[in-house]
């Protein structure tokens, strides 16, 4: 049985601890507060865009424009990831990790050559072990980041597709459903899919359908690229939010399992200094006993 002193150091390194896992969940909960809020309102724009810029993929064919070419052979394949820099934020860069590297392996048994573009120190680090290309990584960019990264990502990625140094380029990121909740979600980026016809009609009963002017070809010019770096912003935005929703959660995990272990600790050393306390009375008793 362990002594006192040592039962009682454990119980103040626990609530230390304590003490630091509540202090990182009210941080958390500070950022999570300005990432939720960027990404609702930046999510209903890209929704938006990604459906009118798929009705008007629709309105054309692939030589309409370089990024809507589906490639006959498609050689390489590129996967943006995007994680955290930072730790202690339970299972999330994990889950995103694992999504990347099964995507990854089922793109290789295609035949396909895969490299990466990692955006958060965890998911570099991760994909250098495995043995893929990691042709570009953005670490320390997590904390605070504006549309500027996204926009530099999506540049890279435009040229490289339309000089065909890559064939197609997905996003892996964890998108935020709920403080509870976060998804990894694979996205194709390019080449740009074509949106379903439509089938439905609207509150009115009446079909919807859109104008465009200037004519397609010149629309789709223009915004494609813009499509790839909003998409990857929003990426981005989901990631930061999902990021900070798990370091909250986990940490108010941690912070309820150092409850326990005080709880228990405090019991053992109860018990430890009762068991003490008798040890000592039956020294004392049985001393009396033999001087009788």
Request: glycine letters at 8%; hydrophobic letters at 40%.
């Amino acid at each position: 049985m362990p002594s006192l002193k040592d039962v009682k150091m454990k119980i103040v390194g626990v609530r230390k601890t304590k003490q630091i896992t509540k202090a990182m969940n009210m941080v958390a909960s500070a950022k999570l507060r300005g990432a939720q809020s960027r990404i609702e309102r930046f999510r209903p724009y890209a929704e938006k865009f990604q459906a009118v810029l798929g009705d008007l993929a629709a309105k054309s064919d692939g030589s309409a424009h370089a990024l809507l070419e589906r490639r006959a052979e498609c050689h390489v394949s590129v996967i943006i990831l995007a994680t955290s820099d930072r730790g202690l934020c339970g299972g999330f860069n994990a889950m995103l990790i694992a999504k990347a590297l099964d995507a990854a392996r089922t793109k290789t048994a295609e035949g396909k050559t895969v490299k990466f573009i990692c955006v958060g120190k965890k998911g570099r680090d991760a994909i250098r072990k495995t043995g893929f290309e990691v042709l570009s990584s953005y670490a320390d960019v997590m904390g605070s980041f504006d549309f500027s990264l996204a926009s530099g990502i999506g540049k890279d990625v435009v040229s490289g597709y339309t000089h065909k140094a890559m064939d197609e380029v997905t996003l892996i990121y964890g998108k935020f459903v709920s403080v509870a909740r976060q998804v990894p979600l694979v996205q194709t980026l390019l080449p740009v899919e074509a949106a379903a016809p439509a089938t439905g009609t609207s509150a009115q009963g009446v079909s919807e359908e859109y104008t465009y002017e200037p004519e397609v070809t010149k629309l789709l010019a223009e915004i494609l690229p813009r499509f790839v770096n909003v998409q990857i912003y929003r990426g981005l935005l989901d990631t930061s939010a999902s990021e900070n929703a798990a370091r909250m959660s986990a940490m108010d995990n941690a912070t309820r399992n150092c409850d326990e272990m005080v709880g228990a600790l405090t019991l053992l050393f109860n018990k430890t200094r009762q068991t003490s306390i008798t040890n000592e009375l039956i020294d004392i008793v049985g001393g009396a006993e033999a001087l009788k």
